[in-house]
């Protein structure tokens, strides 16, 4: 699986952006976005299950943040609203094989990864 990751960019704080992850073939189980933001460790923001759709967020995003797919056109989007200055960082998407529960919020869970999108966020 190849993943594309694009639609970062520049935004003033109250914002809104859309983020977009075409991905080639079909080998998926979960799809994720996480976001990693200088000097600090990558975290997850929010996962779908791929064939229920069934979605996850990070508490610091719920309400903000909205994670869709698009099976059709094998890509998943993130719409962002509401957009804060800590929300600035680079973001990956990425695709899991496995979509486990306990699991599906870790970065090692995922076994394939975007190029990452950057989004800045000014107060």
């Known amino acids: 699986v190849q993943l594309q990751a694009s639609g970062g960019g520049l935004v003033q704080a109250g914002g809104s952006l859309r983020l977009s992850c075409a991905a080639s073939?079909?080998?998926?189980?979960?799809m994720g976005w996480f976001r990693q933001a200088p000097g600090k460790e990558r975290e997850f923001v929010a996962a779908?299950?791929?064939?229920?759709?069934?979605?996850y967020y990070a508490d610091s995003v719920k309400g903000r943040f909205t994670i869709s797919r698009d099976n059709t056109q094998n890509t998943v989007y993130l719409q962002m609203d509401n957009l804060k200055p800590e929300d600035t960082a680079v973001y990956y998407c990425?695709?899991?094989?496995?979509?486990?529960?306990?699991?599906?919020?870790?970065?090692?869970?995922?076994?394939?990864w975007g190029q990452g999108t950057q989004v800045t966020v000014s107060s």
């Open positions: 073939g079909r080998s998926k189980s979960v």
């Open positions: 990425a695709a899991g094989l496995r979509s486990i529960l306990s699991t599906l919020r870790l970065a090692s869970s995922y076994d394939h």
């Open positions: 779908v299950r791929w064939n229920s759709g069934i979605t």
